[in-house]
């Protein structure tokens, strides 16, 4: 057992998350005087180095409060990436606002400038891009765009933790940036979400959005605390200057994020240490495409994505079945473009969108996206050496599909 205690490394304990978790159950004082959600917001703004950070309980509740704070309203125009899940588009449309769906780069996946500029209208309030899989957008172009247009940029930087962009990490110069802390990503508290931003104005309006509409929450912190501030006692004290959700992350979520992320660079590292034996895999099997990292962007790989030569889904299934079957892990496909998950389908978005984002349509069933959150180095070694196995014996096995 000793000997493999390295190999299957726990998740979620490595750091101080027991010691902080432990800490909100004995209330000790300490946590009243100083919560974990301040200290873990101010372990953001420091690593990001921007001014503002409101820790809430998802990353679409993040989307949902940036929303809110740059004016989203009933018919608007939100423009947003297709190859990505629902929740930007989603969250956009319960708002009473339009989708306008931008293609993306063949190459990269993420949603291309050219086509962003395009779609622009008097109704564009906002503009969402997404960097996925863990790549930064073309972050620069997509800011000049919005200056030219005076339109706020929201990026959704769910998987893209310590993502850099010439230099610089993402989520530090658009309007507001969103960070997840969903059970899958980099930085984890099985549930949560990190708003970036520099603008008083707008964190404060997302921060009263997302915490009650209370008036003495500030962009800077929050004072609903353990500590009941002495004002709130007195029988005339109004407490609400603005509508809002509630949209808080716990402290129990707080404290095990905060423990997660005082190792954020390792956890990062391991990602990226993990991508490179996947792209010595695929270096030896031309015919799938991984995803193209542009010069001066820097990976941080919640996935390692490749463009399969499985064009026919029974071939997608085939490969998989057999991989799965011949103890190879797991892997997924790419969601459905949004406009197609059924729900956009009712609305009218697929039968518009159809086939005017073509690299989307093409890629998206073509996409096999690998796991990189393996515990260890030596787990994902084990699992991408049976990989390489896999794909030399099924490609000798089926002629057909080597010769494609």
């Known amino acids: 057992m000793k000997k493999n205690r390295n190999f299957f490394d726990p998740k979620w304990t490595k750091g101080n998350e027991l010691k902080y978790v432990k800490q909100v159950l004995e209330n000790k004082s300490s946590v009243r005087k100083n919560s974990f959600t301040d200290r873990l917001e101010k372990a953001f703004k420091k690593k990001y180095k921007v001014k503002y950070a409101i820790a809430m309980n998802s990353g679409a509740s993040c989307l949902h409060a940036a929303m809110h704070a740059v004016g989203v309203k009933p018919g608007d125009e939100v423009i947003t990436s297709p190859y990505s899940v629902l929740w930007d588009a989603g969250i956009a449309l319960i708002m009473g606002a339009k989708i306008k769906f931008a293609d993306v780069k063949y190459e990269t996946h993420n949603i291309d400038p050219k086509k962003i500029e395009k779609l622009i209208t008097k109704k564009t309030r906002a503009i969402i891009p997404v960097s996925y899989h863990g790549l930064p957008c073309d972050l620069d172009e997509i800011i000049k765009i919005g200056k030219k247009y005076k339109i706020p940029i929201i990026e959704d930087n769910a998987q893209t933790m310590l993502g850099r962009y010439k230099g610089r990490y993402v989520g530090v110069r658009t309007e507001m940036s969103m960070f997840s802390l969903e059970r899958t990503k980099h930085i984890s508290s099985h549930e949560g979400g990190l708003l970036l931003s520099n603008s008083k104005t707008l964190t404060e309006k997302a921060r009263k959005f997302g915490g009650g509409g209370f008036k003495n929450l500030s962009a800077d912190k929050s004072k ?16 609400h200057d603005a ?13 095990i994020a905060l423990g997660q992320f005082e190792k954020v660079d390792q956890k990062v590292k391991l990602r ?6 996947y792209s010595k895999v695929f270096k030896k099997f031309p015919q799938f495409q991984p995803q193209y990292v542009p010069k001066f962007y820097h990976h941080s790989y919640f996935t390692y994505s490749v463009k399969s030569p499985f064009s026919k889904l029974k071939d997608w299934k085939k490969f998989y079945n057999f991989h799965i079957k011949n103890k190879g892990d797991d892997f997924y496909a790419m969601m459905s473009p949004v406009y197609s998950e059924q729900i956009m389908k009712k609305m009218g978005y697929e039968k518009k969108y159809k086939k005017l984002c073509p690299v989307t349509e093409e890629i998206q069933p073509r996409s096999m996206l690998f796991k990189t959150n393996y515990r260890s180095l030596k787990e994902a070694r084990k699992f991408t050496s049976i990989l390489e196995i896999n794909l030399k014996k099924f490609f000798n096995d089926n002629i057909t599909l080597r010769l494609k």
Do not use: H, T, W
């Open 243 to 255: 509508l809002g959700l509630n949209y808080r992350i716990s402290e129990f979520c707080a404290a």
């Open 272 to 277: 990226r240490d993990v991508a490179n034996l």
């Open 224 to 239: 609903m605390a353990a500590v009941i501030p002495l004002e709130f006692q007195s029988p005339d004290f109004k407490r």
